[in-house]
């Protein structure tokens, strides 16, 4: 029998070969390695457009029911940011960590997915965009809703606004502020909004600047308990609305901007819906007439809420063209963690030319103008009204 150690034999030389070209291999591959990682190591976190606060775009989510250019709404946000001096995560690195940790919903982040931003690409927030409205029917008109949540271990909601616009809202003299190009008064909207993200960061405001809203948009009855205490700080959880509308999604639509302008008072503070929406997915919650009290027993438990806000749809109406008129009708109640009982209960409805009477001048153009005046109405009768009402239904009237 031949030994394979020996040096003068054939195959002996084969196995050595082998083994010279194996160690070659790890060699190069080791080194290849050290060359791939100290580049890994130097890059960082996947690549981020350098700015003053690092943020991650989602794409647009449509709730306007119609086809809407998403792709080049979201791109000339995302522009206006980086020239604004936000940075911005660059759109395959968000790509790949979608698909990653499977992001379908874009509508809100929970507590997974605001770690695994802040873990696995660094980013300080996100971006969370809703698209209401989209009508290119001179005048055009657009509504959007954005707001910027922090990432890490606890998701808050740091910053949101929104814009309802139309492109006769300032007609001015001969039609001169006529906006007929749908392209500038989408430029108009979103400019809007980055000036608001951009004075929130550059100011770092506790609330949101207060705008007056009409006294038309007042409610037109409510009721509210003595059990609300209008010093103390309450934690808001916003439940799915039911929509009797035939608007679709216009109870997502009303649900923004419920949370946006609680963000206006500093007594109280919104949960992300994103939160919400995961808890309920999680006690598989299912409300077709409403929020029950066991069902706010429920999120009660697994949220840091103190009161639970809850709505019927009835209209919420936007019109194309020149001649129209928005509606928006709503009921809404809010459910007090310790007393389990109902704190206040409200009901709104208005036109959009309630109160003209000559060239439409005063009219509302938008059903998301309109609404977050008449949303800002509520939240300023509760504080105003507190040491006046007492557990008695009013009318508005009467709230002066």
């Known amino acids: 029998m031949k030994k394979i150690n020996n040096p003068s034999s054939p195959r002996f030389g084969k196995v050595k070969a082998v083994q010279l070209s194996t160690v070659v291999f790890l060699i190069l591959f080791i080194l290849l390695s050290g060359r791939a990682w100290a580049k890994e190591k130097a890059k960082g976190k996947p690549s981020v457009h350098q700015g003053r606060f690092s943020i991650a775009v989602l794409p647009?989510?449509?709730?306007?029911?119609?086809m809407a250019p998403l792709k080049d709404i979201r791109g000339l946000f995302i522009m206006q940011l980086k020239a604004t001096g936000f940075?911005?995560?660059?759109?395959?690195?968000?790509?790949?960590?979608?698909?990653?940790n499977r992001i379908r919903y874009t509508g809100g982040i929970n507590k997974a997915v605001a770690q695994a931003f802040k873990n696995e690409v660094g980013v300080e927030g996100v971006l969370i965009t809703s698209l209401e409205l989209y009508n290119e029917v001179n005048p055009p008109k657009i509504a959007l809703t954005s707001r910027l949540v922090s990432t890490g271990d606890n998701p808050v909601i740091l910053w949101i606004d929104g814009v309802g616009l139309a492109g006769d809202d300032s007609p001015g003299i001969l039609g001169l502020g006529l906006i007929e190009d749908p392209q500038a008064l989408l430029e108009k909207a979103i400019g809007g909004l980055t000036g608001s993200l951009r004075k929130y960061l550059d100011r770092k405001p506790e609330i949101e600047d207060i705008k007056s809203a009409k006294k038309k948009f007042r409610p037109k009855e409510f009721y509210r308990s003595d059990l609300l205490e209008p010093d103390r700080k309450y934690t808001v959880a916003v439940a799915p609305f039911l929509n009797f509308s035939g608007r679709r999604n216009a109870g997502e639509i009303l649900e923004l901007q419920f949370i946006r302008n609680i963000r206006k008072f500093?007594?109280?503070?919104?949960?992300?819906?994103g939160l919400v929406r995961q808890q309920l997915l999680v006690l598989r919650i299912i409300s077709p007439e409403g929020?029950?009290?066991?069902?706010?027993?429920a999120l009660f438990a697994t949220l840091d809420a103190d009161l639970i806000l809850g709505a019927n749809v009835i209209e919420y109406q936007d019109y194309q063209g020149l001649l129209g008129n928005p509606k928006v009708d709503f009921f809404v109640q809010l459910i007090e963690k310790k007393s389990r009982s109902v704190v206040w209960s409200s009901v709104s409805y208005n036109w959009g030319d309630d109160g003209v009477?000559?060239?439409d001048r005063g009219k509302v153009n938008t059903a998301h103008a309109m609404a977050s005046q008449m949303i800002q109405w509520i939240w300023e009768t509760m504080l105003r009204d507190h040491k006046r009402v007492r557990g008695a239904k009013e009318s508005s009237a009467q709230a002066k």
Do not use: H
């Open 60 to 66: 647009i989510e449509n709730l306007s029911a119609v």
């Open 87 to 100: 940075g911005v995560l660059e759109e395959e690195a968000l790509e790949k960590f979608m698909a990653r």
């Open 266 to 273: 500093e007594q109280f503070d919104a949960i992300e819906p």
């Open 291 to 297: 929020i029950s009290l066991a069902s706010a027993d």
């Open 357 to 359: 009477f000559f060239f």
